[in-house]
């Protein structure tokens, strides 16, 4: 199911958190509540490839993941700025025992055997695997798996407002984009970014709790919007 792919990447944030990476994840609202796949096998994998990001990921580095369902195909990829790999090293990423330099190998650890069966596993669901990968830059991979859709993900609660305003100085752009993925999901509103909160009426302001304002300001903007303060990504206060 849907909770499954979300409980299997949220054990991850507390690894995150030990090297302060900025851990991101979007999960699309139309992902099916339940779906016929081998859930085991598909825990397997993204298990793997976040696993194998975090590792290769510096302290205050960041991890992106996109989880889309389209036309009875899942859609999962992973975007990091760790040490990422040049073309040749990219050519055997896949094979068996395969690390990209000794001194990876070295520096941090594993057998190289992780990537080649993640690769059979993708394989045997009938999907794909690919990945881009620069060096010095990161690397991105993605899977695409076709599931059979049992029960599908009713998204309801939309919100009925003209304007959404995301307070950027709250957010890294990163962050940003990822609300603005969700927020299409639930209104129809025109979606801004903007520098300062002066002027504004009757609309939905989200702002980062961790860099709240004075909160005389906050309760002079409630009086005519509507705040959303998010204090992570999993956690909003409305």
Request: glycine share 6%.
């Amino acid at each position: 199911t849907s909770k499954d792919i979300q409980s299997t990447i949220e054990i991850f944030f507390a690894k995150s958190l030990e090297k302060n990476i900025n851990f991101e994840t979007f999960i699309s609202p139309q992902l099916p509540e339940i779906m016929s796949q081998d859930i085991l096998r598909l825990k397997q994998v993204i298990t793997n490839l976040i696993s194998n990001a975090i590792k290769f990921v510096d302290i205050d580095g960041s991890i992106s993941i996109d989880v889309h369902y389209y036309n009875e195909h899942l859609y999962f990829s992973i975007n990091d700025d760790g040490i990422g790999m040049t073309k040749e090293q990219l050519l055997k990423i896949f094979k068996p025992f395969s690390q990209a330099t000794t001194d990876t190998q070295l520096c941090y650890g594993g057998t190289g055997l992780g990537l080649s069966v993640v690769k059979t596993i993708v394989e045997l669901m009938g999907g794909t695997i690919t990945v881009n990968s620069e060096i010095g830059k990161g690397s991105t991979f993605s899977v695409i798996v076709p599931i059979k859709t049992i029960k599908e993900n009713i998204v309801s609660g939309k919100i009925e407002i003209e304007n959404i305003y995301l307070y950027t100085p709250s957010f890294l752009n990163s962050t940003c984009e990822l609300i603005k993925k969700y927020l299409i999901n639930f209104s129809t509103a025109k979606i801004n970014k903007i520098q300062n909160l002066n002027n504004i009426s009757n609309s939905c302001i989200f702002i980062n709790l961790n860099n709240i304002l004075d909160l005389n300001v906050i309760k002079n903007l409630s009086k005519n919007n509507k705040i959303v303060l998010i204090k992570n990504m999993n956690t909003i206060i409305r």
